[in-house]
Nanobody, 120 residues
Framework: QVQVVESGGGLVQAGGSLRLSCTAS????????MGWYRQAPGKQRELVAA???????GYADSAKGRFTISRDNAKNTVYLQMNNLKPEDTAVYYC??????????????WGQGTQVTVSS
């Protein structure tokens, strides 16, 4: 079992920044991937950014140039630095831990989510 806990959400004005943190604990696989997803009201959950235990990263087009994902393997913690935030970034942000580099496996675990609200 793996527990995933996010933190760092909040209310920010457009153009501002936030940093989200996600820590996984429990039976952590040496090879894994962690990703940040978001879900706005009435919309499907979408992948924002992901990073493997080896440091490879990927971003949604909406995140490129504004968001940076990083991780501290010693702490099993992933960060999402979000800059130049826009009202359309408003959503609940979820962290996912997976034993698969494509973030889809029978051993995927989600955090409870953290709200990000960007005011115009």
């Amino acid at each position: 079992q793996v527990q995933v806990v996010e933190s760092g959400g909040g209310l920010v004005q457009a153009g501002g920044s936030l940093r989200l943190s996600c820590t996984a604990s429990g039976s952590i696989s040496r090879n894994n991937a962690m990703g940040w997803y978001r879900q706005a009201p009435g919309k499907q959950r979408e992948l924002v950014a992901a990073i493997t235990s080896g440091g490879s990263t990927g971003y949604a087009d909406s995140a490129k140039g504004r968001f940076t994902i990083s991780r501290d393997n010693a702490k099993n913690t992933v960060y999402l630095q979000m800059n130049n935030l826009k009202p359309e970034d408003t959503a609940v942000y979820y962290c996912k831990y997976s034993v698969s580099y494509i973030l889809i496996s029978p051993e995927d675990y989600w955090g409870q989510g953290t709200q990000v609200t960007v005011s115009s």
